[in-house]
């Protein structure tokens, strides 16, 4: 911040009624509109904003705008220099507590806000996360390591590679278990990715974020890491997981088995879901419950088998009513070698797609079935849409995600291009991806509004 300039950021009509009023931004203030008094302190301004409001930091530590034609006085009561920066602290060790390694990848749980801008961005490396949260070291003694720092929009390949093989050291080094700081976005595609790419472990490997920046009062941020490195540090299942809220309050955590969970709403806390399925634990800052018995257990010994391999020539197709053929040819002509569909009702597309479809079977590239509804089983076998499609050469996937369809046969097809083998690695199952059954309860949505569920709502509550 240029401090120089006391009204960074700010232009047109409200750097004049701040410029006329004297105010500066950083400055705790008491505003008068008239529609009431505010206090807090004047923020910079993003400067793609428009010149129309005044931006101030309440002293619950949320923002508001003030629109400037509403503003009749501002009276400064002191001044506060921004800190854009946590230090690092180094972690105290206590050979007494597990090791965890910390691996920093960026996200919203590795962010601040840039008031330039007025986007969150990636700052905080994994030892400044520490001088944000030292209740870490009440849990375990934390390595830690800055691999990346971009949002998770920018995961790919390799970085899911570099994880795994950084994973791998530090399994043999000796580590109890390990986190991974990651952006929500696309946090489930990393999951699935890794629990491909690390298989077996003997050590509970932890992916986590937060929906909401650390400077936001109602940020997840601290919770989630405290109770993904207790999971990492001494709970007894060792597999990828992802780690997030469960209900909406800071109550506890769920751990996801990497490939059968999704990011399900836009801005939640408890925006991630295990799907068809149950979660594999609860957790919280102490104490790590279990939610079934099938899962990978803690091992003291060092093995674990890391394949890290990846085809970025796969493509995943969401199918809409009316989609036309050149979809499909584009990706033939780009030299694809896998598609993954997301299909309508038990896995069905429209005619005019037959013909590319067939055309890329016979060109060698695998094509895979899944259904769009999330939940369910693909079944094409009950019409002849779905007949007429096996027949081209499409291969079912059961109950896989599209997503981790897409991951996985992005990691099958490094191991080979035969149809056939694609297929049968595909369709053989290496942690959860495709399961025999649902369970009864593994698909629940509560539809507001109904008269039944606000009355359940009621009694749960009460």
């Known amino acids: 911040m240029d401090e120089k300039d006391q009204l960074k950021g700010y232009r047109g009509r409200a750097r004049k009624v701040l410029e006329y009023m004297g105010a500066r931004v950083w400055a705790e203030v008491e505003i008068e509109t008239d529609k009431g008094i505010f ?4 923020l910079p301004r993003s400067e793609q904003a428009d010149d129309l409001h005044v931006v101030l930091k309440l002293f619950t530590g949320y923002n508001i705008g003030l629109a400037v034609d509403r503003i009749k006085s501002i009276k400064e009561k002191g001044f506060r220099k921004a800190h854009y920066k946590i230090p690092e602290q180094e972690f105290p060790y206590d050979p007494a507590k597990p090791n965890v390694t910390l691996l920093g990848t960026g ?25 944000a949260v030292p209740e870490l070291a009440d849990i375990c003694n934390l390595k830690t390591e800055k691999l ?53 472990p003997p050590v509970p490997i932890i992916i986590v974020g937060s929906q909401r920046s650390s400077d936001r009062p109602s940020s997840d941020a601290a919770f989630n890491l405290r109770c993904a490195s207790n999971a990492a540090a001494r709970g007894h299942i060792a597999e990828v997981m992802v780690c997030m809220f469960g209900p909406t309050s800071d109550t506890y955590n769920l751990l996801h088995r990497g490939t059968r969970v999704r990011k399900m709403h836009s801005s939640y806390r408890s925006t991630f879901r295990t799907i068809s399925d149950i979660p594999v634990a609860t957790c919280t800052p102490t104490e790590v419950k279990p939610l079934r018995k099938d899962f990978n257990p803690r091992r003291k010994d060092r093995q674990v088998k890391i394949d890290a391999r990846f085809d970025d020539r796969v493509a995943i197709v969401y199918y809409y009513p009316a989609m036309k053929p050149d979809i499909i040819e584009s990706l ?5 070698k896998g598609i993954v569909i997301a299909g309508t009702g038990l896995g069905h597309v429209n005619k005019p797609l037959y013909e590319p479809l067939r055309k890329a079977c016979k060109m060698g590239i695998s094509v895979m079935m899944t259904v769009q509804t999330l939940w369910g089983y693909v079944q094409m076998f009950v019409y002849d849409t779905g007949r007429d499609l096996m027949e081209l050469g499409i291969v079912p996937c059961s109950n896989m995600l599209p997503e981790v369809a897409y991951i996985k046969l992005g990691w099958v097809l490094a191991h080979t291009e035969t149809r056939e083998e694609v297929a049968k690695m595909m369709l053989t199952t290496v942690n959860g991806e495709i399961t025999e059954r649902e369970p009864h309860d593994g698909y629940l949505i509560f539809q507001g509004g109904l008269p039944e569920i606000e009355e359940f709502l009621k009694r749960g509550l009460r």
């Open 39 to 42: 206090e807090g302190i004047i």
């Open 107 to 131: 996200g919203t749980i590795a962010s601040r806000l840039d008031y330039r801008t007025g986007a969150v961005i990636p700052a905080f490396t994994p030892g400044e996360l520490y001088g």
């Open 148 to 200: 990346f720092g971009v949002f998770s929009e920018n995961m790919g390949p390799a970085e899911y590679i570099t994880t795994a093989k950084t994973i791998g050291r530090e399994i043999e080094a000796g580590v109890d278990g390990i986190v991974i700081g990651h952006g929500t976005d696309t946090m489930h595609h990393t999951a699935a990715a890794l629990t491909f790419m690390v298989q077996n």
């Open 332 to 336: 033939i002509d780009n030299g694809y």
